[in-house]
């Protein structure tokens, strides 16, 4: 199951990344499962990555690597194992996959950034990794967006991802990125697997803030099971093969034009994740409005969108408004009035002043709940503050998939 | 579904109370939905509320009446409807019931106390209610208690109650409860909804002080999806039926052996909740120790017993354990130390220093998930602080009672 169409739009190359994709049979034989991307040596990255305290030997390696001196020349990518909850070992195996790879092409350990996805707490194995390396890199292409879109899935049922493009004094830059990730979906101050590159010219420190920037109101605004996964990680490389003038600030117009472009398409990816997130028959967004902090308003949100009930009650596209008033009810907003809330579903007025409203019939209700995108609105009728999260609904078929996932 | 057998032990009478059950005809024709506690005059009465901002009307006029003057003479409990999300309309509605069974039987209003559960957002109707006061007020017997732990059922697919005696100085005292609840279940300060009542004589303040820490330990520590309910209520009623001297501090030895005795019993009517939880196939306690302050120990119980990632692998008797890890290390407790943590299950070690244990094979785990009854203990390994959560798993029939709910 997942929502809309979700075909793969063309995605560009992007001047100074090269991409591979093989079957290294880490899980399963025939399947894709090893991602290798090469950038320009004189890239910028940026970088964010989950918060989780049990985070992955890949996380503790690629964050030690990247804030390392040395240059990023790869991001090597695994799915069929997280290489979570693996200890030290693990961090010694994803270092091996580092070295294997650094002694191959002629670089050190410590340009390699590993990223991993899959089970939890099940050792890596090295031997098949170590052994696809040489296969991987040959055959490196800028054409490989679209196969490693595919690489890097594991529940997902689709690959996800995007190019953009902007004109700037003449030239034209590209941004494409790809992501991963359908279950366990609660990004703290990061995301699920996604690799993004563009050819602009971007100091890092610029660069870095970008990603936060778009991080922010795209990956860290979604919520499938209010999971933060171990392994969460998103990239954005500046390979400078465009060969403008360094952007060295965030105030110039090609570093708004990027942003945008940036911005919108991990927006947009995000919002993919959803769509494919995992049993979802619905994608929603839930806009909360009218607090007097962006927290509360960001708390209710959560609350509304993690809340069982009101994704069961998505689920079965019933407009029962009383389980999403109980849940903006324990939110834990300080003094809430609840005569000064609304709440409205698409078009329709639900409930306003602690009760039903006036003219709201249950047909409008389940008119406004039968679609596949449905828009929650809630008015906390406090102040001018908003947030918006989007989430899918809980129903059958994300019980299936996640007790059956390892059995 | 369910877990355990949850036959209904007998339930003794309370001196002093009489308890009658009717069917109005609220939601359902014959099926018994209203419920009338009478309490003997110079009963002491204690209570918890729910600290949803969206509290029910009956809730917030139970509690005036309660902080009122006049003695609480009456507990009125209907199913069917939750009389919740209904603005001023539904505390006009939840006061006319008071007031009607007030004239009936020569009391004043303020000395009733409503309760309502069942579907919120309805109106309540007020006519089936007040036709059936009469033959309420006649049926009233000291017998009545198991009849009214069936009356106040809304999902729930067993009655819950028990009782509990003690001796003291060659009298002997009595205590009786009973409770509903299956979904919408994480109360905060407060319960769903239970009746208590001894016929001790206990002062009004130290009754209060039993009742909050029985609730602490048992009401408090119990979540079936997250969602704290809009009419979550806990009363106790202590009747002095039983004429010994009046219980005025909480230092003497009979103030010990009731507290012993509320607090088992409500333990117990907790855990029975959960057993009944809805769609619940098994039993789980999250106990966590090690914790720095007990405050975090909780967050680390809470965290566990609420992803619904842990909960679908409880459904399918998966030992996943890293869905445990993932959940402690995004539980919020700052600078964990992950290779301090250890995660038994029942009596198998399954992981420690932030990996699989050595010996630790999955065929251990699997035995160990395999029973009806699961206990999850965590050591966070900073300290001494302790907390212990009672929760359900997620399977199927929890997506089908909450999606079929309303429809």
Redesign the interface.
């Known amino acids: 199951m997942a929502v809309g169409e979700g075909r793969l739009p063309p995605l560009l190359p992007v001047s100074g990344v090269r991409v591979a994709t093989v079957s290294a049979g880490i899980k399963y034989a025939d399947r894709p499962d090893l991602v290798l991307f090469e950038l320009a040596s004189e890239s910028a990255v940026a970088a964010t990555f989950t ?5 992955a030997a890949p996380v503790v390696v690629a964050r030690d690597h990247w804030q390392g001196d040395t240059g990023i020349c790869y991001w090597l990518v695994n799915t069929g194992n ?1 290489n ?4 030290q ?2 961090e010694a195996v994803a270092l091996q996959c580092c070295a294997q790879l650094a002694a191959l092409s002629g670089v050190t350990a410590a340009s390699v950034m590993p990223f991993s996805t899959g ?3 099940e050792p890596l194995p090295l031997v098949p990794i170590v052994q696809s390396l040489p296969a991987l890199l040959e055959s490196l292409t800028s054409q490989g967006w679209a196969a490693a879109a595919e690489g890097i899935m594991t529940t997902d049922t689709r690959p996800k991802g995007g190019s953009r493009q902007i004109s700037f004094q003449g030239q034209t830059f590209t941004v494409t990125g790809i992501a991963k990730g359908s ?2 979906i ?1 990004p ?1 101050m990061a995301t699920m697997l996604a690799f993004l590159a563009t050819d602009a010219a971007i100091a890092p420190d610029v660069l870095q803030e970008m990603l936060n920037e778009c991080v922010e109101t795209s990956f860290n605004c979604i919520t499938v ?6 392994n969460d990680a998103c990239v954005l490389a500046a390979t400078g093969a465009a060969n403008n003038p360094l952007v060295e600030s965030t105030s110039g117009e090609l570093y708004g034009l990027l942003l945008e472009a940036v911005g919108d398409l991990c927006t947009n990816l995000a919002q993919d994740l959803i769509r494919d997130g995992e049993g979802a028959g619905k994608f929603v967004e839930i806009s909360v409005g009218g607090g007097a902090r962006a927290s509360e308003s960001r708390r209710v949100a959560y609350a509304v969108a ?4 009101v994704k ?2 998505l ?2 596209s ?1 407009p ?4 999403i ?6 939110a834990g ?1 300080p003094d ?1 009035d ?2 000064a809330v609304a709440v409205s579903i698409g078009e329709t007025l639900i ?1 306003e ?4 409203a006036a003219n709201y019939t249950e047909e409008q209700g389940a008119a406004a709940m039968a679609g596949e995108e449905i828009r929650v609105i809630i008015d906390l009728g406090r102040g001018d503050k908003s947030a918006t999260v989007w989430t899918t609904d ?3 078929e ?3 998939i ?6």
Chains 1, 2 share one sequence.
């Open positions: 918060r989780n305290a049990f985070c997280a979570a909850g693996t200890g070992t693990g089970v939890i707490g279950g366990m609660r703290n099971d209010g999971d933060t996964s171990t993690e809340s069982p009930l069961t009650a689920f079965a019933d029962n408004w009383g389980r008033l109980a849940a903006i009810g324990r907003v809430l609840v005569r409930a002043q602690g009760m039903r809980l129903g059958y994300y019980v299936r996640n007790a059956e996932y390892r059995s």
